[in-house]
């Protein structure tokens, strides 16, 4: 038994506290500032409308999502299509940009007619949440031991084994993403906004932006923790203990579907061309002039360049917190360890408006001004959100990882640290490459915590692009939204520069 | 019952070859062990005798017709009409024990009624009737081996394969469990190939024994 105060435990308690402090105090607070103010949130007719049309448009995309994502998890997946994996990259495309990017190329492609209003809100969401159906779906398939394939595979084809066997074993990772979706849809405003469809997100931030009502404000965005916790708590009632023994593994080449790939094919290309290929097509079509982007980065080069310093420098931080927290999950090295993964999980659903006004609410105030009114105050909104991600990536790693060969290097009598420096670390290499890479993403395209709580002047490309929207000429917009996707693309072409090194 | 067959089979993965120039022949009914020591390929063999792998070089005959050749699976697993027990038994732990049971038998087009009587005397036969509704892990070591078995054998397959199938058990399950293959034999007469690097269960089950080594 180690030592209460030992360098492990004060480390990893370390690591719940950056959480605590950054996503669960807010909240805390918030709910004390909030008492006292449901009166009017609740009697205000307007609000149960705009509460039903997030609920409607949540439903509707998550419905959409799960149509198209779970086909397409299966035929990339599970068949032997051709070019699959280029496939999965290019339908993955969207979740890497900010959903009012698509909206703004959809916008390009159709016009508003047809657009603006919940079809076209559904129709972007869709389209930009769908990857999570897919990849999810996709990792929970690849997931199942492939010897419980090919004892179907004796008796029954492949799509009997797939519907029988692997799809049943990987339904709880569909039903989480499922979950995800429904959730990051409700949070979502940018491009709801774009469209002129109003959800309940705006009712919370028009109290603080336009009112700068704190008390109505947070408790308007009380309903939307209520239906997180709520989502969160059914998935943890009806997926708990149904997650079975499942382990990284190759593929099982026998239970592979074999596809006469040609008509499937056309139909993805055309799919691909549509959904991903035709909108961000629109906004280079529109957007790719000289004039255009020499006055988009006039206007928001600065943004940009702070768009990528606080995304490397939150994944910088979140690299390292995600893998103690994944090593205090996985190893259950402290008490309320579970609290501690579902908290994250809860803060990662959690719409970025809610958590943005709980910052706002926590660190307004004389003493803490130095995180206020700086970039700190974004870095800290990043950590709370999605710290989940890097944790959730490191769990995957770490699990495959033996504990016994922690146990070797601490017979051999290394201390905790050096057995985290010299072993577990470069075991989970790939892991922390990942971790750091997504959450640098995610940060990249986030517009809802930076639109709240950058201090003036020191906004992001995704803010300043939100702010730019409300009365900018379309070629600009299009410009601006080809200077995401650059930015976007900065830190891929970095990790695919190291790939090739290492290769 | 069916013969099988290797005929100057090879196969590698990259390049280390598992499985270089091997012939055999199995006769139907006969009750054939493979041994040898850890990693010399004999997984890889049940592998490419179930269909899941197909050979670099040489062929695979059933009953005189080749299933796999060059490369290419003719005859998909599906189609072979054998049964395996696989070395982690990998049984569906979503499903209960009839229904692990019953997965074959419907891929087959068994009626209910049919898959009903099936499922009843197979797990009779394993003496494990009265864990029909159970699912497989709240079921012992030992169980947990005889459902694989009854899986492998619910759809009367012509030959049945077995990958170290005792070798996570103690001596007495063994013991009772090499007892239990040997009667299942005896009553269904099919073909069995039985991997295993233990002397003892070799001793118990063979009828015949090839050596497998290693390859180069």
Redesign the interface.
Known sequence: MGRVLSAKNVTLAGAAAVLIVAGLLPLGVMGAKSLGHYGPVLSNARNWKLLANSLLLAGSTTAVAALAGVPLAILFGKTNLPFRRLFAVLFSLPLLLPPYVLAVGWFQVLGSSWLFGLPGCILVLASCYMPVVMLLTMVYLRTVNPALEEAGRLSANGWRVLTGISLPLAAPGVILSLLLVFLLTLGEFGATTFLRFDVFPVASFTQFSAFYDFGAATAAAMPLVAITLAGLLVERRFLHGKTFAFRWAAPAESSRIRLRALGPLLLLAVLAAMAVALPLSAIFWRGASPRALGDAFHRAGDSALRSLLYAVTAATILTPLGFLLSYLIHRRALPGWRLLDALGLFLFTLPGTVLGIGLIVLWNRPATNWIYTTPLIVIAGFIAQYTALSTRLMLAGLSQVPVAMEEAAELSGAGWVRRIWRILAPLCRGSIGAAWIVTCLFCLRDSSLPLLLAPPGLDTLTARTMTLMANGAPDLIAALCILLVAVTALPLAALAFVWRRRA | MTSLEFRRVSKRYGDRAVVSDLSFQIQAGERVVLHGPSGCGKTTVLRLL????APDEGAVLIDGTQVAAQGKVWV???H?R???V?Q?L?????LTVYENLE??????GLPSDARRARIEDTLARVRLSECAQAYPTRLSGGQQQRVAVA??LA?R?LALLMDEPLSNLDDELQDELCDQILDLHAQLGFTLVYVTHSKEEMRRIAARAIRIGFSR
Not at chain 2, 90 to 94: K, R, T
């Open positions: 179930a269909g899941f792998l998909e697993p599906e072979r054998l049964g395996m696989f982690d990998a049984l569906w732990p979503h997965f074959g038998l419907k891929a087959a899986r492998a759809t397959p």
